[in-house]
Every structure is written in structure tokens, then in C-alpha cells.
């Protein structure tokens, strides 16, 4: 809610929180009309948008609040395989091959339900597969 506030577009919004137990239920929320908005890492809304019975009803602005990569976790103390991680996975965003990844899980039918996410690579999705890097935002 800090960052809704915080948003430029809505100084001049009255905006009122609902809180849910969890991320189905605040999609539920809104699937039923008993909120007008529902706001989340636009990739778990996307999967949401995409497991419901119709997708078509909703759409994730292009606008972002912040933007916080996902990452991968390992043990400080091995700088080996760091090392193997960074130029394994590194070595699949320069190549390319990340791209065809990508596209297999978020913009293809998965199975076994042949759920589509019908979500595109983003401008920084792109930026961080264009240079790899372990600084964070």
C-alpha cells in the first residue's frame, strides 16, 4: 500500500486497502468486483490472470511501482561455484538460448493444461537477460 501511495497517478485517488489471507483470495476479491484493483509482482498476477476462468477479463498495466529482479540463491562461501553459476547461466542470456526459455514457459501453452501466461518479456526482463549481473537493484 506505501508504494500505491506513493504513485504519482493517485495523489489525487482515494484509495482504500482490503486485506486477503492470500494471493487467490485478493484475485478472488476481484473477480468479483468487491475491489477495483489488485496490486502484485505482475508475474504472479499473471499466472493468476492465466489459471482463471477468464482471462481475457483483466489486464496488467504496463506501468510498474518498483522493480525488484528475481534472483537465485547460494552459499557465500563458495566462490567456485559461483563462478560456474554465473558463467553457466550468463552463458545462456548472451547466447540467447534464455530467450527460447522464456518463451516456452510464459508466452507458450504449459502442460498439462495447456495454460498460456501470455506474458511477453519486459523492458527490464530484457535489460537484465541483455547483461547479467549479481548487483541487485
Given at each position: 500500500m506505501p508504494l500505491l501511495r506513493q504513485y504519482d497517478k493517485t495523489?489525487?485517488?482515494?484509495?482504500?486497502?482490503?486485506d486477503a489471507k492470500d494471493h487467490a483470495e485478493s484475485f478472488l476479491l476481484l473477480s468479483q468486483d468487491r475491489t477495483s484493483a489488485f496490486v502484485m509482482d505482475d508475474i504472479l498476477l499473471a499466472g493468476l490472470i492465466a489459471n482463471s476462468s477468464n482471462p481475457g477479463d483483466y489486464m496488467i498495466l504496463p506501468e510498474s511501482l518498483r522493480t525488484e529482479p528475481y534472483s537465485m540463491m547460494l552459499r557465500k562461501d563458495d566462490a567456485q561455484f559461483k563462478a560456474l553459476v554465473d558463467k553457466t547461466v550468463g552463458g545462456v542470456m548472451k547466447s540467447g538460448e534464455i530467450d527460447k526459455i522464456y518463451?516456452?514457459?510464459?508466452?507458450?501453452?504449459?502442460?498439462?493444461?495447456?495454460?498460456n501466461m501470455n506474458f511477453p518479456?519486459?523492458?527490464?526482463?530484457?535489460?537484465a537477460f541483455k547483461n547479467p549481473n549479481d548487483k541487485g537493484v
Open positions: 495523489k489525487n485517488a482515494e484509495i482504500r486497502s482490503i518463451a516456452k514457459w510464459f508466452t507458450s501453452p504449459i502442460p498439462p493444461k495447456s495454460v518479456e519486459t523492458a527490464p526482463i530484457k535489460e
